[in-house]
């Protein structure tokens, strides 16, 4: 039973479309994350949020947004896409300064 | 900008054997150390953490750190074929409850029945 749900698995899109990737957790924590894992890189930090409330930033695009409707929801928004946005793309969460649980991912293909 | 370094890249052992990984970090002003296990299409689930110079032993994983040298391994005893999975090294630069972590690049590792 996946405590954190991230949707979809797989997305295939077109440059310079947009699309939303769905980010849920059932964990009760206060702190959410966006991670990202290309295929030639380790997995970078992109965003965190407490609370609901930006933490730290660290895309250099605007292009990136990612967007907090509810405690538990940390959606990410990424318009204008290029075929380099093409990665796997992991939503994880945390209680403050423990360890971090990561979702399955939703895995990003850019044509 | 925290960089970290890994190695081997991959390793193949057979069952039963002890596992040595290695990690190297570049700030010593990083906090703790994270050792996270990815199997393939799945997200990276946390194993051992450790923030204090010596080790710690959890079941039949041990880590050490020395910060001195900037260095981290963790060493898993009695491998078993479900071991066989992408270690990661996670360097975290927690702050105000942000739990920023930096990651190498990940050893591959293959335990052989």
């Known amino acids: 039973d996946p405590k954190i749900i991230q949707k979809p698995k797989y997305l295939v899109a077109v440059t310079g479309s947009e699309k939303i990737l769905i980010c849920e957790q059932y964990l009760g924590h206060n702190a959410m994350y966006w991670y990202r894992q290309s295929a030639k890189k380790p997995l970078e930090f992109m965003f965190s949020y407490s609370y609901q409330k930006l933490m730290d930033n660290q895309t250099a695009s605007s292009r990136f947004q990612p967007q907090s409707s509810k405690k538990n929801h940390l959606d990410l928004q990424i318009t204008a896409l290029k075929p380099d946005d093409s990665a796997t793309y992991f939503c994880a969460s945390s209680h403050p300064n423990e360890r971090l649980f990561f979702g399955h991912g939703t895995k990003l293909s850019v044509l | 900008q925290e960089k970290v370094q890994q190695s081997p890249e991959s390793l193949i052992v057979p069952e039963g054997a002890m596992v040595s990984l290695n990690c190297s970090f570049s700030?010593?002003?990083?906090?703790s150390i994270w050792w996270y296990q990815q199997h393939p299409g799945k997200g990276p689930k946390a194993l051992i953490?450790?923030?204090?110079?010596g080790n710690k032993k959890e079941g039949r994983l041990t880590v050490y750190l020395n910060r001195a040298s900037l260095h981290v391994s963790l060493h898993i005893k009695d491998s078993q074929p479900s071991d066989s999975a992408v270690y990661l090294c996670a360097v975290s630069m927690a702050t105000g409850g942000n739990n920023k972590l930096t990651f190498g690049q990940g050893t591959v590792l293959s335990v052989i029945p």
């Open positions: 953490s450790i923030f204090s110079n």
């Open positions: 700030d010593s002003a990083s906090q």
